[in-house]
């Protein structure tokens, strides 16, 4: 009991200092629970940890797991995911990330699991099928009790490790059914074109910045009765200023670059489950993507993909190019000596980014065709190092706390919104937003938007839609509400009503300019780092489960206020187990992809 109570004291330490550095302080009974199912796990392996070496590796990978854990509890709102660390075996994600690690406190969660050196050396020597049974148990009732296995009220011992039976089994057996159920087809119905698209030829921009949430606009944040982390309101008043449409009602189909700008892009439903992204997968397969460049290039487009950060790191290098883009161009902007102070942890400031950007711009518009070009940004990625003052301060980031990042998390937002801000002035005054239709979107959303303990439902996947069409055309168009349920996957088949292109076969989504496409939809998102996924009917009707769609909570909101109104439900899930997973293994396959053999 002594053995059992001592370990108890250091995983409650370890909590402890984990609310310290965080500041996100989880239901202190749930926290409690894990952390007893944490402190019988360790008691239960003594036996199996009987030299040092062994007892040393397992207490270097407990304090690496919970200063890893803190640090992507202050970026991502979770926990990490065990099939996430094939991240480390690319030098760049390693060296990026670590610019923002915090050695000191990865010190002191070392220091304070020091002691189960001693308190993990077995004495005895059970027989191993209790050791065994012991183990099942503690996991059994872990999986019964938490909500998920990423959750800040989980402990982050047993929930990466709770992780490990699901990566061997990747996926749920197969359904036996001859064809898609009607439930099923609801969220793949491809909506018809705008009644009277301008189809007139046009630039298009796409600007797509990392991480970027809808809450983080005022206005929006207001509409939902929330309290956003990052508040962003010089750039929406410049966006309303320039005649944007704001949605304030948007979905990001998933978490992650590749899974985002997959959907948004390709118009397809990404993948829910944590398998390789389509995106990933890219260099594997032959053929094109059918994809919102592919169609614009037949439509006599050139067509051109720029963004901050290496072009290798998700595989984009490979997988633009399918998809259509004519031109693709990494690490624009980014200086030639690596100690610029104008150098962020994984490319060029915003600033510097957005004005390499604007001659790449100016030479695709002096060509007699029309153009299509798509930005992502980096500076509002993890570790947020968007301004030579934050590069500096970077050196000294082993002694900052996570929670100090959070911070300079929300100074990095505010760096963005004035260089996206100068941008589009400048695109105004050069005269091109006269015949170039601007869209500002995200990859993915910033997983924390709320001043509260943990993220709520769906918080990880509030994402933006703004919009500005060309003036040659903005005087015929007849848009959605403002208010109606709308996602990235939207975007394509709106471009291609403004430009007059064609969309792809299994081109999904609902564009924007059919004002009659309020009617009932079904969409499903993703939370990869919550290990969950969302059913949503725009009627206000919700189901939230885990991956496997056997753990789910119903939810009902208002329709026109998705963030601000979502709450659980006491209704039945309104789609039944059969359909939810025939939706999810839907979403494995690539359907934007086109075979040319």
Not at 47 to 59: C, E, K, Q, Y
Not at 148 to 176: A, C, F, K
Not at 363 to 378: G, K, M, S
Request: aromatic share 8%.
């Amino acid at each position: 009991m002594r053995r059992f109570l001592g370990i108890l004291l250091v995983v409650l330490a370890l909590r402890s200092v984990l609310l310290i550095v965080t500041g996100i302080h989880p239901p202190p009974i749930t926290a409690l629970w894990a952390d007893l199912l944490t402190a019988a796990f360790l008691y239960a392996i003594t036996p199996l940890l009987p030299g040092l070496f062994l007892r040393a590796g397992a207490v270097a990978l407990i304090a690496t797991g919970y200063a890893a854990g803190a640090e992507h509890l202050v970026t991502h709102g979770t926990y990490f995911r065990i099939g996430h660390l094939g991240h480390l075996t690319d030098p760049g994600f390693v060296g990026s990330s670590v610019n923002g690690l915090s050695i000191l406190w990865f010190a002191v969660f070392a220091i304070i699991s020091s002691p189960l050196l001693w308190l993990l050396k077995g004495n005895n020597n059970p027989p191993l099928e209790r050791t065994l049974g012991v183990l099942a148990g503690v996991f059994v009732m872990q999986m019964l009790t938490m909500p998920t296995l990423t959750t800040p009220s989980n402990n982050v011992v047993v929930g990466s490790l709770g992780q490990v039976p699901p990566l061997v089994v990747r996926r749920s057996l197969p359904l036996e059914q001859d064809e898609a159920s009607p439930q099923e087809e609801k969220f793949y119905e491809a909506s018809p074109r705008a009644s009277h698209p301008p189809g007139a030829q046009q630039n298009v921009l796409l600007v797509m910045i990392e991480g970027l949430s809808g809450g983080y606009f005022p206005g929006v944040a207001r509409h939902h009765g929330i309290e956003p982390a990052v508040q962003l309101a010089e750039l929406e008043s410049v966006l309303d200023e320039r005649g944007f449409r704001i949605y304030r009602n948007t979905l990001a189909p998933q978490r992650q670059t590749d899974r985002g700008s997959y959907a948004l892009l390709c118009a397809d439903h990404p993948r829910m489950r944590l398998l390789r992204s389509e995106m990933r997968e890219s260099p594997t397969l032959e053929g094109e993507f059918d994809c919102l460049p592919h169609r614009l290039n037949k439509a006599g487009y050139k067509t051109a993909y720029l963004q901050a950060a290496d072009l290798e790191f998700m595989e984009k290098d490979q997988f633009m190019p399918m998809a259509g883009f004519q031109r693709t161009v990494g690490e624009l902007g980014a200086p030639e000596d690596p100690e610029d102070t104008r150098q962020s942890g994984w490319g060029a400031n915003d600033q510097r980014f957005f004005d390499a950007a604007l001659p790449e711009l100016q030479r695709l518009d002096n060509q007699e065709q029309p153009w299509f070009a798509t930005l992502l940004n980096v500076g509002t990625h993890h570790p947020y190092l968007n301004s030579p003052k934050q590069v500096d301060s970077a050196r000294a980031a082993s002694a900052q706390r996570p929670k100090e990042r959070m911070e300079r998390r929300q100074e990095a937002f505010t760096l963005m919104g004035k260089a996206l801000t100068a941008f589009i002035r400048k695109l105004d005054h050069q005269g091109l937003l006269e015949t170039t239709t601007v869209i500002v979107t995200s990859d993915e959303s910033d997983g924390i938007v709320r001043q509260a303990s943990e993220p709520a439902p769906l918080d990880g996947n509030f994402g933006v839609i703004a919009i500005r069409p060309a003036d040659r055309t903005s005087s015929e168009l007849r848009w959605r509400d403002r208010d109606s349920l709308t996602s990235a996957i939207d975007l394509p088949k709106t471009v291609l009503d403004l430009t007059g292109g064609a969309p792809g076969e299994k081109m999904i989504g609902r564009s924007l300019l059919n004002p009659d496409a309020q009617n009932r939809r079904h969409l499903i998102v993703g939370d990869t780092y919550a290990k969950r996924v969302h059913f949503i009917r725009s009627d206000g009707k919700a189901i939230g489960c885990n991956e496997a769609a056997l753990s789910c909570t119903s939810f009902e909101f208002q329709p026109s206020r998705l963030f601000g109104t979502l709450k659980p439900s006491e209704h039945p899930p309104f789609m039944p187990l059969r359909d939810r997973v025939a939706v999810i293994q839907r979403t494995d396959e690539i359907r934007a992809l086109r075979e040319t053999r």
